[in-house]
């Protein structure tokens, strides 16, 4: 079992920048891939960042190139998210993928980003 707490989000102007932090624990060695989604009211939750073992990156086209995903010593995962939009208004959302059984999600329990403009 993973559990992952989120931090970091909160109020932000356009244009400015937020670092969100994800905290694995429990069995961090079943940690497949690492990453990010996040949902808005009324749509559905969307994939923006992930990265695995090997460090390959996925970044979704509304986010590439300003956000960028990195892990650390501890695998503990962030999210540098900078040139901040409106649009980018939502509950953002740590999530793994479990070595083992490769459906299996691992949430944490998000953290809100909202962007004035």
């Known amino acids: 079992q993973v559990q992952l707490v989120e931090s970091g989000g909160g109020l932000v102007q356009a244009g400015g920048s937020l670092r969100l932090s994800c905290a694995p624990s429990g069995t961090v060695s079943r940690i497949a891939l690492m990453g990010w989604y996040r949902q808005s009211p009324g749509k559905q939750r969307d994939l923006i960042a992930n990265?695995?073992?090997?460090?390959?990156m996925y970044y979704s086209d509304s986010v590439k190139g300003r956000f960028t995903v990195s892990r650390d010593a501890k695998n503990f995962l962030y999210l540098e998210m900078n040139s901040l939009k409106p649009e980018d208004t939502a509950v953002y959302y740590c999530y793994a993928i479990d070595l083992v059984v490769r459906n299996r999600f691992y949430w944490g329990q998000g953290t809100q980003v909202t962007v004035s403009s």
């Open positions: 990265i695995d073992r090997e460090d390959n």
